[in-house]
């Protein structure tokens, strides 16, 4: 079992929608959690950054993490055609950036 | 979060030869350290750049195929060894001081 598991999508949706990207992990030991962005050709970009369980939000994005589940999401609201690209989910058990496992990302086109 | 700077941004190799990837962050940094991004995967650690000292390595990646120096706080520079078509793959430099921030890669080709 991979330690995190996520959609690869790919996922298509029309501009204004709300998108739902979600991972699953095994670690019960995760406690820094991540979502990056990632758009052709680049690297990826840190979108949110959160430790332990709860929500946060940033603009029209908000990152979601239920231990108990084992199972973070990130939505994005009012979606546009810039947030067209592959959404990476990372997460580690030490400070946020020792041991970073990764999902294999998902790849998001919002259509105009 | 500090600017990394990584070059080059891709390039095509012959099979047997080397080739040496250059990471330049803006800041000094606590970490560095390199992945590797191949299609439909997820991104794997190499290894973590030590300033003055030898790169910690994962598991299935050795020193002499990927050697790492990191002779300050803001350079690192990967060398990918005697190359075979199985090296084809985005090289990612990452720095980070509690999260993780990358450069925009080196995509590697090896022919």
């Known amino acids: 079992q991979k330690e995190v598991e996520q959609d690869p999508g790919p996922l298509s949706v029309p501009e204004g929608a709300i998108v739902s990207l979600n991972c699953t992990y095994s670690n019960s030991a995760f406690q820094y959690f991540m979502w990056y962005r990632q758009y052709s050709r680049k690297g990826p970009e840190l979108l949110m950054y959160?430790?332990?369980?709860g929500n946060k939000e940033d603009g029209r994005f908000t990152a979601q993490v239920d231990k108990s589940s084992k199972y973070i999401s990130l939505f994005i609201r009012d979606s546009q055609p810039s947030d067209s690209a592959t959404y990476l989910c990372?997460?580690?058990?030490?400070?946020?950036?020792?041991?970073?496992?990764f999902g294999t990302g998902t790849r998001l086109t919002v259509i105009p | 979060s500090a600017v990394i700077s990584q070059k080059p941004s891709r390039d095509i190799c012959q099979r047997g030869t080397s080739l040496t990837i250059q990471c330049q962050v803006d800041?000094?940094?606590?970490?560095m350290f390199w992945y590797r991004q191949q299609p439909g995967q997820s991104l794997t650690l190499i290894a973590t750049?030590?300033?003055?000292?030898?790169?910690?390595?994962e598991s299935g990646f050795v020193i002499d195929k990927f050697p790492i120096s990191r002779p300050n706080l803001t350079f690192s520079t990967l060398t990918v060894s005697n190359m075979s078509p199985e090296d084809s793959s985005i090289y990612l430099c990452g720095g980070a001081h509690t999260e993780a921030f990358f450069g925009q890669g080196t995509r590697l080709t090896v022919v």
């Open positions: 990372a997460m580690s058990a030490e400070t946020g950036a020792n041991n970073l496992f």
């Open positions: 800041s000094q940094v606590t970490m």
């Open positions: 750049a030590n300033q003055g000292s030898e790169a910690t390595y």
């Open positions: 959160t430790y332990s369980s």
